[in-house]
């Protein structure tokens, strides 16, 4: 995961991140539990100048973004473990 994580954010640099609690449900009789939050970003590329057809972003360029996030965990005994979680939609980016 980490891997991932490091790989889809080395052309960029986060200024600015914040996280807000959205709900949580829990399922199961409580067993299962998903919590959904917002992600805010600011965020500066730092990669080289990059243009597609209908993309084009270049580097020292600044944005703003918020993403929708679901985590899925389950409880085993006392302790609540990570099972997965998805990044369903962004919201906004300017």
Do not use: C, P
Not at 17 to 25: G, M
Not at 30 to 49: C, F, K, Q, R
Not at 52 to 63: A, P, R, S, T, V
Not at 69 to 84: I, N, P, R, T
């Amino acid at each position: 995961m980490r891997e991932f994580w490091d790989s889809s954010k080395k052309d960029i640099k986060i200024l600015k991140l914040d996280v807000k609690r959205k709900a949580i449900q829990f399922f199961n009789q409580e067993n299962l539990a998903v919590a959904h939050y917002e992600i805010y970003e600011e965020i500066e590329y730092t990669g080289e100048d990059y243009k597609e057809e209908n993309y084009e972003i270049k580097k020292g360029e600044k944005f703003k973004e918020i993403w929708r996030f679901s985590d899925y965990y389950v409880k085993e005994g006392a302790v609540w473990l990570y099972v997965g979680g998805n990044k369903l939609e962004m919201l906004k980016n300017n």
